[in-house]
């Protein structure tokens, strides 16, 4: 009997044996599939460097806004100056239509620089999205193996408390056995 008891217990062992192996291969896999906190923390802060980055952008994108205001400013009172003093100084206004040229045309390089500006901070907004995605999507998956793993080692502790359930079973039928 005790020999019977024996070969079951062995039996049992090699078969939790078997799925802790199957276990330990399923972890590895896992652990491939994972995203190492080395390159999780390099992506966050490539991420705070685009942040900064666009902060800067957008300051100076302000300050060129501000230039352009003062500059289409500036050529709303040339313009209002020049339609009063347009008879009496005939000789006058080919100058100043000469400097008003020049404002419009810094006035469209402005404009210019302005849509380029707004463009590239779009263009980086994007890239800060996606990258906000991707770190989303990053800790999603880092959850879910968090989640996996507990349950695994709540199955290998439920495991190893039947093993030593087994284990003093055994030993009281070995004592009982050998008395």
């Known amino acids: 009997m005790a020999l019977i008891a024996f070969q079951q217990l062995r039996d049992l062992v090699e078969a939790q044996q078997v799925l802790l192996d199957g276990l330990r291969r399923q972890i ?5 599939n994972s995203v190492s906190k080395v390159e999780y923390e390099a992506i966050v802060k490539k991420l705070e460097k685009e942040e900064e980055e666009h902060t800067v952008t957008k300051t100076n ?12 400013g500036e050529i709303d009172i040339l313009s209002k100056h020049l339609e009063r003093e347009k008879q009496a100084f005939d000789s006058a206004l080919s100058r100043v239509n000469h400097r008003v040229l020049k404002q419009s045309i ?15 901070i779009q263009r980086q907004e994007d890239i800060l999205n996606f990258k906000e995605n991707e770190i989303k ?16 080692a709540s ?4 495991e190893k408390q039947q093993e030593n359930y087994i284990s003093e079973v ?9 008395k």
Do not use: M, W
Not at 61 to 72: C, R, T
Not at 106 to 120: G, N, R
């Open 170 to 178: 055994l030993g009281k039928k070995n004592k009982k056995g050998f």
């Open 28 to 32: 590895a896999v896992q652990e491939e």
């Open 155 to 158: 199955e290998f502790k439920i």
């Open 106 to 120: 810094q006035k469209d390089k402005l404009i210019s620089k302005c849509s380029e500006i707004e463009t590239h």
């Open 61 to 72: 994108l302000a300050k060129v806004s501000e230039q352009l205001e003062f500059a289409l």
């Open 137 to 152: 999507e990053l800790q999603h998956f880092i959850n879910k193996q968090k989640q996996t793993l507990k349950k695994q």
